[in-house]
């Protein structure tokens, strides 16, 4: 590519230590995840001259080239849109206003895209602009292999408010987990620290037995801190492996074909004018089967779910 069709970003000590992914989603959220990672892996976007990898360190006063399909920083992109998965990600929205699109989405359909992941939810958010001008903007993740409750933002505006709020833990969300192993406490708190990307940060996830037996066990689990596969590890450091987690696991654990019986249940929010919002996601077919099969048929139509986030009595 000519060097007259790219220009120049000096990385400000804000970003000192970020990874490159993660500044080019800040400056560019219009362009689909799949897309910036192209970029870096054909090497149209470089830093101090050198090609390099998406998850490179950036570091005080690095100079990024970026190819001018960027620096038009156009509000449309074209992108091609799978029609069925289009149709599919419609089907699975439960709310919808101006400000935020609520989706429950299913196991085993990535958020983002990347080298290895060619669908996602990413890929197709143009297609969920309705009425609106903007692309919608996630402003949270869920693993792949989690299903539940995703939020996304309707404009570049709103996406800024959420994802303040998600900074600030004022969005609460509550989770389903089947784990192995009987559960000896009603509920219990976790409070072990998780490394991330060599840095050490604070983690703790409250969690109640909803039901068990000798084998498995029925959690609802309250995370008060969202560091990344903060459930997953904390579950498996208290020797009760999610059941179908491949990665957390133990030995003993009779995995089988089992998908990741990992569930974002509950959410509850106060939106941009104060007003408090509560959502629920059906729990998905596989966790059903799996809760008749391991003999911990809950009732939930018993649980309060506004009570879940006020009541203290629920988790103490």
Not at 18 to 28: A, R
Not at 120 to 127: H, V, Y
Not at 136 to 157: M, W, Y
């Amino acid at each position: 590519m000519n060097p007259s069709n790219k220009f120049i970003r000096i990385i400000t000590d804000e970003f000192n230590d970020s990874k490159l992914i993660g500044w080019l989603k800040k400056f560019y959220p219009d362009y689909p995840y799949t897309l910036l990672c192209k970029l870096v892996r054909k090497g149209n976007i470089r830093v101090n001259g050198s090609r390099c990898e998406t998850n490179h360190i950036l570091k005080l006063n690095d100079k990024i080239k970026i190819p001018t399909l960027l620096k038009q920083n156009k509000l449309e992109h074209k992108v091609k849109i799978d029609k069925f998965l289009e149709e599919k990600i419609k089907s699975l929205i439960l709310y919808k206003d101006n400000e935020v699109i609520v989706i429950n989405k299913p196991n085993g359909l990535a958020v983002q895209g990347g080298s290895k992941v060619k669908t996602s939810i990413d890929n197709i958010l143009q297609a969920l602009k309705f009425e609106k001008k903007e692309r919608p903007r996630l402003v949270h993740r869920l693993d792949k292999d989690t299903s539940g409750l995703l939020i996304v933002a309707r404009t570049k505006n709103y996406a800024n408010f959420y994802t303040d709020l998600f900074k600030k833990r004022m969005i609460k969300k509550v989770y389903l987990a089947i784990v192995y192993g009987e559960s000896k406490l009603k509920t219990g708190k976790i409070n072990v620290d998780i490394e991330t990307n060599r840095k050490i940060y604070d983690a703790c996830t409250n969690y109640k037995t909803l039901l068990k037996n000798k084998l498995y066990s029925l959690l609802l689990i309250f995370p008060t801190t969202g560091r990344k596969h903060q459930i997953r590890k904390h579950l498996y450091s208290i020797k009760h492996p999610i059941v179908g987690d491949r990665k957390y696991k133990y030995e003993e654990s009779k995995i089988g074909k089992y998908d990741l019986n990992l569930h974002a249940f509950l959410v509850n929010f106060k939106n941009i004018n104060g007003i408090e919002k509560f959502f629920h996601a059906e729990i998905p077919d596989h966790m059903k089967r799996n809760l008749v099969n391991f003999n911990l048929d809950y009732e939930f139509q018993n649980l309060d779910f506004k009570k879940v986030f006020y009541d203290n009595n629920i988790w103490f």
